[in-house]
C-alpha cells in the first residue's frame, strides 16, 4: 500500500514563505513525476508545479519565479518551496505521484490528503 503524507501547511503573511513536503511511503520501486496541485471550494484542481525523474519541472504561470519544486529521491519526499507568496495563492495543496510498485508494474497515480494554505495579514 502506497501513502503520501504532506505538511508545511499554515498561515502566513502576504510576502511570506512557506516549505510544502510529501513523504511517499510504501511499496515503491519508481516515482516518475512528483507534482503539487491545489484547490479552492468550488474551483477546479490546478496543477502548481511538477518534476520528472529526468528533471524536468512545470511551473503554472501565476508562480514562475516565486515557488519551487524539488525532490530528496533517497527519501522519496519532495518539497514546494513558496515565497513571495499572495492572498490569491490561498488554497488547499494536493501533493500527488505518478509511480510503479514493482519494475514491470503499471504506472498509477496516488494522492496526498491535502493541506490548507493560507496568506492573510
Known amino acids: 500500500q502506497v501513502q503520501l503524507v504532506e505538511s508545511g501547511g499554515g498561515l502566513v503573511q502576504p510576502g511570506g514563505s512557506l516549505r510544502l513536503s510529501c513523504a511517499a511511503s510504501?511499496?515503491?520501486?519508481?516515482?516518475?513525476?512528483m507534482a503539487w496541485y491545489r484547490q479552492a471550494p468550488g474551483k477546479q484542481r490546478e496543477m502548481v508545479a511538477s518534476?520528472?525523474?529526468?528533471?524536468?519541472?512545470y511551473y503554472v504561470d501565476s508562480v514562475k519565479g516565486r515557488f519551487t519544486i524539488s525532490r530528496d529521491n533517497a527519501k522519496n519526499t519532495w518539497y514546494l518551496q513558496m515565497n513571495s507568496l499572495k492572498p490569491e495563492d490561498t488554497d488547499v495543496y494536493y501533493c500527488?505521484?505518478?509511480?510503479?510498485?514493482?519494475?514491470?508494474?503499471?504506472?498509477?497515480?496516488?494522492w496526498g490528503q491535502g493541506t490548507q494554505v493560507t496568506v492573510s495579514s
Open positions: 510504501g511499496n515503491i520501486f519508481s516515482i516518475n513525476v
Open positions: 500527488n505521484a505518478d509511480l510503479q510498485t514493482g519494475w514491470n508494474s503499471p504506472t498509477f497515480r496516488y
Open positions: 518534476l520528472t525523474s529526468g528533471t524536468s519541472t
